[in-house]
Nanobody
Framework: QVQLVESGGGLVQAGDSLRLSCAAS????????MGWFRQAPGKEREFVAG????????YYADSAKGRFTISRDNAKNTVYLQMNSLKPEDTAVYYC?????????????????WGQGTQVTVSS
């Protein structure tokens, strides 16, 4: 059974940094893409960043470019999201997702497995 477990969220001030982790287990993820999404209250879940498991191709949403960095550690089956220069508008629940056959631009409707989410709150 596939499990995605996020960690690393918290309450920070504007300008601070956080690193989110997503530990994956339950199957091989070769050929998959993993990514980060976020959902703020009253809004739809939106794509933030994605990375392919095998060759490390990366794609960022415009909101993440220049501030967020996605990376992976294949040996640990873990994907990371380093978030710098956080803004209050980054406040959301952040979810990890895996598309078993997609590219680095993940779409919510194509995600096969989701993590439980981790709250990120940025105060002004």
């Amino acid at each position: 059974q596939v499990q995605l477990v996020e960690s690393g969220g918290g309450l920070v001030q504007a300008g601070d940094s956080l690193r989110l982790s997503c530990a994956a287990s339950g199957r091989t993820f070769r050929g998959s893409a993993m990514g980060w999404f976020r959902q703020a209250p009253g809004k739809e879940r939106e794509f933030v960043a994605g990375i392919t498991w095998s060759d490390g191709r990366i794609y960022y949403a415009d909101s993440a470019k220049g501030r967020f960095t996605i990376s992976r550690d294949n040996a640990k089956n873990t994907v990371y999201l380093q978030m710098n220069s956080l803004k209050p508008e980054d406040t959301a629940v952040y979810y990890c997702g895996v598309d078993l056959s997609g590219g680095p631009y993940l779409q919510p409707g194509r995600v096969d497995y989701w993590g439980q989410g981790t709250q990120v709150t940025v105060s002004s």
